[in-house]
């Protein structure tokens, strides 16, 4: 196994690599600057590194893990679009930058971008590399309808949310463990079971963002704190504080947001206070927690050596622990 720097290494290089037509500028510019703008890379390091854990050639699954990181890139740039965003990873979002047809139609060439890179895979893994790239997709516009969904509603239940975010965020960690695990000939068990291991992963690193929203530093987060707040977004946070408020507290939450409250300047202040008062990041901590080990136990049953199983628990503190 090499280090999560060395496969990061793999993956920028790729990307540095891709290669954008000169024309039509409007079209390929965006989708090489959010390619620039950089992220974690986890989806794309999990490939190479599932590949690896069960006995293949990293160097087979880079096309894969480019495809997948072209695709996830695509989904937050119709995200920003729908959300309104102004900032990813600290820069201007491309809708800021250029306009909202610009994102969208770049978007739209990412996505095929992404299923072409999915095509390079081997001959003998294409189809199943395909059905579960192809799957993970829609599940994941699932995921944002129901985002939008409950956006319009005044309560959503816990269970709700959690199936939400299984959709929107951690299908797509399972698919990149299990697309790693397939390139790299594991059998379907052990492929299922990487799989488990990154939703359970995806479910932790969506808590831990739900919390870095609200308490997170902005200069390191990349995104404007209180993000989720100002937009009505439906977190963890937000359906526990309705579901543990008492009257008075759930009181000043629906004044909150209601439309005439939804743009003043005081509203993530005093929603982060009604949080506080809950101690919905202490619970919000205690599920981050059960998620991770539920990733871990998973873990455990799975045929691999001590160096690769490390390596996985080491990520996933890393991803928990984050401060952006």
């Known amino acids: 196994?090499?280090?999560?720097?060395?496969?990061?290494?793999?993956?920028?290089?790729?990307?540095?690599?891709?290669?954008?037509?000169?024309?039509?500028?409007?079209?390929?510019?965006?989708?090489?600057y959010t390619m620039a703008l950089g992220g974690k890379r986890i989806r794309p390091v999990l490939v190479l590194m599932a590949c690896e854990a069960v006995g293949g050639d990293a160097d087979k699954a880079v096309d894969a893990a480019v495809g997948l990181e072209l695709f996830h890139n695509f989904t937050l740039l119709h995200?920003?679009?729908?959300?309104?965003?102004?900032?990813?990873?600290?820069?201007?979002?491309?809708?800021?930058?250029?306009?909202?047809?610009?994102?969208?139609?770049?978007?739209?060439?990412?996505?095929?971008?992404?299923?072409q890179y999915m095509c390079r895979v081997a001959p003998e893994h294409l189809a199943a590399v395909n059905e579960l790239f192809n799957t993970t997709a829609i599940e994941i516009y699932e995921g944002q309808q129901y985002d939008m969904?409950?956006?319009?509603?005044?309560?959503v239940s816990v269970d709700e949310y959690i199936k939400m975010i299984r959709l929107k965020t951690s299908v797509l960690l399972g698919c990149a463990c299990k697309l790693g695990a397939i390139i790299g000939g594991a059998d379907e068990q052990t492929a299922q079971s990487l799989y488990d291991f990154g939703v359970n992963l995806g479910l932790a690193f969506q808590l831990q963002d739900?919390?870095?929203?609200?308490?997170?530093?902005?200069?390191?987060?990349?995104?404007?704190?209180?993000?989720?707040?100002?937009?009505?977004?439906?977190?963890?946070?937000?359906?526990?504080?309705?579901?543990?408020?008492?009257e008075e507290q759930a009181g000043r939450l629906r004044r909150w947001y209601t439309d005439d409250y939804a743009m003043r300047q005081e509203k993530v202040p005093a929603v982060t206070r009604i949080y506080e008062e809950l101690g919905l990041q202490e619970i919000a901590d205690q599920a981050i927690g059960e998620y991770t080990q539920r990733a871990l136990t998973v873990l455990e049953s799975i045929e691999m050596n001590a160096e690769a199983r490390e390596s996985f628990k080491a990520l996933a503190a890393s991803l928990v622990k984050r401060d952006k």
């Open 1 to 32: 196994m090499k280090t999560f720097n060395e496969y990061l290494e793999m993956v920028n290089r790729a990307i540095k690599a891709i290669p954008y037509p000169a024309a039509p500028g409007n079209l390929y510019e965006p989708i090489a």
């Open 210 to 246: 739900d919390v870095l929203d609200v308490w997170g530093d902005p200069a390191t987060f990349g995104k404007e704190i209180g993000g989720d707040i100002m937009n009505n977004k439906k977190t963890y946070l937000m359906v526990n504080a309705f579901r543990l408020a008492n």
């Open 149 to 155: 969904d409950y956006e319009r509603r005044r309560e």
């Open 79 to 115: 995200d920003d679009v729908m959300d309104n965003a102004d900032v990813r990873r600290g820069q201007p979002t491309v809708h800021r930058r250029w306009n909202a047809n610009v994102a969208i139609l770049s978007g739209d060439t990412m996505l095929t971008m992404a299923s």
